[in-house]
């Protein structure tokens, strides 16, 4: 995967303090919709204006204390059909979010720099939306909405359940670091793929991220 400079501009490779990452660039996402046809023709789906961030969902009932730290295992989002295994992910040598190997496409990927979902402050899982091979593990995430689960399970099993409060497309040129990765005081989620408009040669101008917020353990 590429990754971010800490003043978001992509013409720079050095990366700062975690916070203020400014764009996720997944591996392979330039090889991808060659113009070959099949599954490739229409492109994943994108996220709808009425999906946008709105308002962090409101307690419907006793709000969970944040959780220890233990990694996560296992990425569920039932609504579309998401269920896949979780590996850890770092930086690479030039200091960018890495991702799972483009041949582990069904594979999510928990970055370790920041916290482990259900914890005080903002988890970050990301995964391809597609590789030369056909569709991956987050394919379908921009069809996200409002008010849908994400469930993570972590190591300790506990199983850290988060409610979707937005689904955007942002540019990566101009991603809103802060405003994505950035601590609200509450343990949140953001799941991060690749989407927006596609080139052969640059590949895809955004990133479709899902911000949630942790609504209940089991």
């Given at each position: 995967m590429g990754g971010t400079h800490v003043e978001g501009s992509v013409g720079h490779r050095?990366?700062?303090?975690?916070?203020?990452i400014a764009v996720v660039l997944l591996v392979?996402?330039?090889l991808?919709?060659?113009?070959?046809?099949d599954w490739r023709t229409d492109g994943p789906p994108q996220p709808l204006a009425a999906a946008a961030p709105g308002l962090p969902p409101a307690a419907t009932g006793a709000v969970p204390d944040p959780l220890d730290?233990?990694?996560p295992v296992r990425v569920r989002v039932p609504a579309v059909r998401i269920d896949a295994p979780v590996t850890r992910v770092g930086l690479d040598a030039e200091g960018w979010i890495d991702a799972p190997a483009p041949d582990a496409p069904n594979l999510a990927g928990w970055f370790t720099g920041a916290v482990t979902p259900g914890e005080r402050g903002t988890a970050v899982v990301v995964g391809h939306?597609?590789?030369p091979a056909g569709r991956a593990v987050f394919y379908d995430l921009g069809?996200?909405?409002?008010?849908?689960?994400?469930?993570i399970v972590r190591a300790d099993g506990h199983t850290a359940v988060f409610t979707v409060y937005g689904v955007e497309a942002v540019p990566k040129d101009a991603f809103p670091a802060r405003r994505i990765y950035g601590s609200t005081g509450s343990p949140e989620l953001r799941l991060i793929t690749?989407?927006?408009?596609?080139?052969p040669d640059g590949g895809y101008e955004s990133?479709?991220?899902v911000s949630a917020r942790l609504t209940e353990v089991r």
């Open positions: 050095r990366r700062g303090a975690w916070g203020v392979g996402v330039h991808v919709r060659d113009g070959s046809g730290a233990s990694p939306v597609d590789t069809a996200l909405a409002r008010g849908k689960r994400v469930e690749c989407g927006g408009p596609f080139s990133n479709v991220v």
